[in-house]
Nanobody
């Protein structure tokens, strides 16, 4: 039900915008917090950013704070990850995930809290 897209090959310093679109959700997208995680070869999956149901709460990993921006459009059932000033160490497969939470809940940084996952999109940053 989650489809991540927007990955690609870019040079360091450039930008990419990832999208996470939900299909066949029966109008449930707005009831989920959304998170982005990434996994580089040989490494564990790590938290990147998360956003609450109403966009009021956002969290970022220290490694991307100030460079990445997470957002969502509930009407379009889509979450976004704007990635600026990309670095080679940002190279990874990026996954979006959805966590069913109450309206006031802060989004989780833990992958185990997320109920649904997209298939991942590759981001490669060359130096």
């Amino acid at each position: 039900q989650l489809q991540a897209s927007g990955g690609g090959l870019v040079q360091a310093g450039n930008s990419l915008k990832l999208s996470c679109t939900v299909s066949r959700d029966g109008g449930m997208f707005s009831r989920y917090a959304t998170g982005w995680f990434r996994q580089a070869p040989g490494l564990e999956r790590e938290f990147v950013a998360a956003i609450g149901r109403r966009s009021g709460s956002t969290y970022y990993a220290d490694a991307v704070k100030g460079r990445f921006t997470i957002s969502r459009d509930n009407a379009k059932k889509t979450a976004y990850l704007q990635m600026d000033s990309l670095k080679p160490e940002d190279t990874a497969v990026y996954y979006c995930a959805a966590d069913h939470v109450i309206l006031s809940a802060d989004p989780s940084r833990l992958a185990t809290d997320y109920d649904y996952w997209g298939q991942g999109t590759q981001v490669t940053v060359s130096s």
